[in-house]
């Protein structure tokens, strides 16, 4: 087949000026076509009044050599690469030993399925609950304000992505179309079909939960074992190698491959490992607040006067600013028609973090506003970072009034430096509910210095983003992992062998697809130094 990229049509194009538009770029007739398919679909927005959509096609046509010859000069063809999952390795039909996986978020999952797709059997490890309880128990904070610290937005089966706007693109370098495979799956297990080719693909934490009870359901089928309420308290290592996991029931379970997969939030973990000597340094993390704005004012800014036009969906936006103390201030985890929700994992402490359903149709937009942060501004072990924001999470929830509420403040008075006492025309979301109070003690004062000089450059890019009744909801400190656990070419632990560091938790990824993409990555580098070393 050929792919055919950079197809522009206007954005209420009828359907037929698709199959038009590709006929006469190739120069052939409709007789000479034989299929075409969608692989890429975004939209270009920079001319809010002629918004355009861009195509990339994977066409079947007769004399495709012949054509393709005579089109070998147009940078704009080419032959459609094999985007298609090939497995690695195949276990042998009786397994001598089987692989431990930690955690089910997009990482764990992943390698999981695939390690049971391989025939390896996996035992998956996972400290929260399933799905649907864990839902009970994360409304159980945001409704009654009531935290369980194993069951929560961090913690329990599809990880913390599943309380997110289930963003499904990255940037990462993907030469193997891991990427692919992953979407697949998720189609697979109930995802709509569109997230193969939009360019911005999402799900939305309802759709999340039933595809993430399909794929738990696939990887039994094939012979995998998960189990909930299994906190992994120790990791048994002799001479260097690790020999299996000590369960908080007191259970052992022997295994010379053990993948890593916990999340950025598995502080007890990070500190079990630091303890072991699993060699680990701090990493570079972000710290913020959440900005909420009305979603058509995000949508007006963005598409002009195709603002609610269904094609486009629910307005984003990707913001960043290099400040004057040598800050970056930028846009995080943008939920467009979503709701800024209660992310905290420990008691006595208050996070925010945003999700929205597929339709993206509540009222506000929402993003994180944040400012990168070094190890040299929080000197010592690798496990400083972690203490810096568990020192800014227990003061946003004593400025919150100490009961899982969160502090916030209007843009307006917080530009000024005042404390806010009434809300304006922009109802926060947050549940379970915000204190109005001044912030700028909610973060160390470089923080907000950069934040206040940010959010009106922010306004010259997005008319009406400085807007005095958008609210900042505090705080934001769970971006990214504080640790990286160091890791080979091998993806085994730079100092434990059969230790497998991956994911976001360990400083590997950013999301839900680089999460899981780098979970196949380590599933792979498993079952191949098993098949190698006759561990199978």
Known sequence: MLRLTEVKLPLNHPDDDLKAALLKRLGISTDELISYAIFRRSYDARKPSAIVFTYTLDIEVKNEAALFQRLQDDKHISLTPDTSYHFVAHAPAKLASRPIVIGTGPCGIFAALILAQMGFCPIVLERGKAVRERTKDTFGLWRQGILNPESNVQFGEGGAGTFSDGKLHSQIKDPKHYGRKVLAEFVKAGAPEEILYVSKPHIGTFRLVGMVEEIRASIEALGGEVRFQSKVEDIVIDNGQVRGVV???G??????????????????????????????????????????????????????KNAGNPLLGAADYKLVHHCDNGRSVYSFCMCPGGTVVAAASEEGRVVTNGMSQYSRNERNANSGIVVGITPADYPGNPLAGIELQRYWEARAFELGGSNYRAPAQKVGDFLASLPS??????????????????????????????????????????????????????????????????????????????????????????????????????????????????KC
């Open 251 to 304: 259970e052992f379970i022997a295994s010379d491959y053990v993948v890593l997969a916990v999340g950025h939030s598995a502080r007890d973990t990070f500190h079990m490992l630091h303890q072991r000597g699993v060699y680990m340094e701090a990493k570079a993390f972000s710290i913020g607040f959440r900005i909420e704005h009305p979603q058509p004012l995000i949508n007006h800014c963005r598409f002009g």
């Open 421 to 534: 006492t009434t809300l304006g025309s922009v109802v926060p979301s947050y549940a379970p509910g915000v204190h109005l109070c001044d912030l700028s003690t909610s973060l160390p004062d470089y923080a907000i210095a950069a934040i206040r000089e940010a959010i009106p450059a922010f306004d010259k890019q997005l008319k009406g983003f400085a807007m005095f009744d958008a609210v900042l909801t505090g705080v934001e400190t769970r971006t990214s992992s504080p640790v990286r656990i160091k890791r080979r070419e091998d993806f085994q632990s730079l100092n434990i062998s059969g230790l497998y560091p991956a994911g976001e938790g360990a400083g590997y990824a950013g999301g839900i697809l680089s999460a899981a993409v780098d979970g196949i990555q380590v599933a792979e580098a498993v079952a191949l130094s098993m098949i190698q070393h006759g």
């Open 247 to 249: 369960l908080s029931s």
